[in-house]
């Protein structure tokens, strides 16, 4: 999944180059969202999986 929120980064970025309108904002928002939904789902994995097994 990581892989695919680097894809989109770089759509973003490319498309951010060529200006952020249309289709190039809609791609920097996309690779945002993406980029948030991971940050949590690392958090989430740091902190519960780590616990040790009883």
Request: charged letters at 5%; proline letters at 0%; hydrophobic letters at 75%.
């Amino acid at each position: 999944m990581l892989s695919w929120a680097i894809v989109f980064l770089i759509v973003a970025i490319i498309a951010g180059i060529f200006g952020f309108a249309g289709i190039a904002g809609t791609a920097a928002w996309f690779a945002k969202v993406l980029f948030i939904i991971f940050l949590v789902l690392f958090l989430v994995s740091l902190i519960f999986g780590r616990r040790s097994r009883i």
